[in-house]
């Protein structure tokens, strides 16, 4: 199984500051199709899992420009570049290139 | 808007089964491929089953192959997943998802 690797787990920001997740697979995730099917969803507390990034770096048409993804083959990151009240909870990163599926195990985001 | 409504959950004893039903609206429902993933009581995501848009292809984490059967009826517009022979680390609050996430639906199993 792909093993997903996510750093830091927690993050203490204030209002404003840049946030930054890595996540790090265990396999290369470039699929035979040529895209490499990395995504990042966002879990508010008491919620359910939102989407936020799909191929690594495409933001879902809801959600704000502030976030972005990058990265290739193992690594990737997920960049907020201004924190704000609303983007706290758990961050996960997922892959969809190889079956079992598998998921980080989330970067809890609090806002100082 | 998109809904993904998930029902049937609840509590079960070891060794019986379950029923999970996820009502799917405002989209086209039979073009994509749909997931189930779990979420144990203060744990991670754990991905359970895939099923492809037109029900010929399924996926299993190997924990539930032989006792989950994943499926999906596009003219109701609705995705499935039935659980037998279920265990205590089967507990978990189950997600019906494509790339939006329904609510969930918790199931125990205890007895």
């Known amino acids: 199984d792909v093993v997903m690797t996510q750093t830091p787990v927690s993050l203490s920001l204030a209002i404003g500051q840049p946030a930054s997740i890595s996540c790090k697979s265990s396999q290369s995730l470039l699929g035979t199709s040529g895209k490499t099917f990395l995504n990042w969803i966002l879990q508010r507390p008491g919620q359910s899992p939102k989407r936020l990034i799909y191929q690594v770096s495409k933001l879902y048409s809801e959600v704000p420009d502030r976030f972005s993804g990058s990265g290739s083959e193992t690594e990737f990151t997920l960049k907020i570049s201004r924190v704000e009240a609303e983007d706290l909870g758990v961050y996960y990163c997922w892959q969809g290139t190889h079956f079992p599926l598998t998921f980080g195990s989330g970067t809890k985001l609090e806002i100082k | 808007e998109v809904q993904l409504v998930e029902s049937g959950g609840g509590l079960v004893q070891p060794g019986r089964s379950m029923k999970l039903s996820c009502a799917a609206s405002g989209f086209t429902f039979s073009n994509y491929g749909m997931a189930w993933v779990r979420q144990a009581p203060t744990k991670g995501l754990e991905w359970v089953a895939t099923?492809?848009?037109?029900?010929?292809?399924?996926y299993y984490r190997d924990s539930v192959k032989g006792r989950f059967t994943i499926s999906r009826d596009n003219a109701k517009s609705t995705l499935y997943l039935q659980m037998n022979s279920l265990r205590s680390e089967d507990t978990a609050t189950y997600y019906c998802t494509k790339d939006y996430w329904g609510q969930g639906v918790m199931v125990t199993v205890s007895s």
């Open positions: 099923i492809s848009y037109d029900g010929s292809s399924t």
